[in-house]
């Protein structure tokens, strides 16, 4: 696509439920990374992956979170059991291959746990 | 630790005026550098990058930043701002020089108000 497609924009969720967030990366881009902005945290690292494999998952906060990505494209960010401090705005990045080529942002997920 | 500081929280600059955002940066080498703005509602835009040679880099909107090995810097440049500036900026840096990881550590952001 022309940019890297989050989905959905917003989701508003009940603390214990489970949420899927779905990202998009340009296609071709070989890496593919997630963040979450927060007000407290700023914008944290959270996985990065290089075709399927996540070669860093070192940011994922808990064991609650996971990702995949499939057929080196589209990512799913899950978080199990979310809580209060799960709030935030989830963004995916793209790149052409990771190292020290251009990032590119989707417009981000704003997920609220309620 | 490591770290990338953005020391201004909060800028405001009447329209015109010139503007310059800090960025001081913590890692033992010279990282790459760089600087995203992000509007309302939206993602991260790049507005430019350093790795390596000239230290005075030329971005898109007509910034620029200049990169100071000697006070580890690299702080953001207007000489005059337009009203459609006003943004959050983001100073990051890539430590991972030389590996296909691309992992960005981030400041904190600068958030810009423009008077008109």
């Known amino acids: 696509g022309a940019g890297v497609s989050q989905s959905p924009s917003n989701k508003v969720t009940e603390k214990g439920k489970d949420v899927e967030l779905r990202c998009d990366p340009i296609s071709g881009h070989t890496a593919l990374y997630w963040y979450r902005q927060s007000l407290g945290q700023g914008l944290e690292f959270l996985i990065y992956?290089?075709?399927?494999?996540?070669?860093?998952k070192s940011g994922l906060p808990s064991d609650r979170f996971s990702a995949e990505r499939t057929g080196g494209s589209v990512s799913t960010l899950t978080i199990q059991r979310t809580q209060q401090e799960d709030s935030a705005v989830y963004l995916c990045a793209s790149s052409r291959r990771g190292g020290d080529t251009e990032a590119f942002f989707g417009q981000g997920t704003r997920l609220t746990v309620v | 630790a490591q770290s990338v500081t953005q020391p201004d929280i909060h800028i405001t600059v009447s329209e015109g005026a010139s503007l310059e955002l800090r960025c001081n940066y913590s890692?033992?080498?010279?990282?790459?550098l760089f600087w995203y703005v992000q509007s309302p509602g939206q993602g991260l835009q790049l507005l430019l990058k350093?790795?390596?040679?000239?230290?005075l880099v030329q971005g898109i909107k007509g910034f620029e930043a200049e990169f100071k090995r000697s006070q580890s810097s690299f702080n953001l440049r207007k000489p005059s701002v337009h009203w459609s500036d006003a943004a959050e900026y983001f100073c990051?840096?890539?430590?991972?020089?030389?590996?296909?990881?691309?992992?960005?550590?981030f400041g904190r952001g600068t958030q810009l108000t423009v008077w008109p």
């Open positions: 350093y790795f390596s040679g000239d230290t």
């Open positions: 990051a840096v890539e430590i991972d020089r030389g590996s296909t990881l691309g992992r960005l550590y």
């Open positions: 992956f290089q075709g399927n494999s996540a070669p860093d």
């Open positions: 890692y033992g080498a010279t990282p790459y």
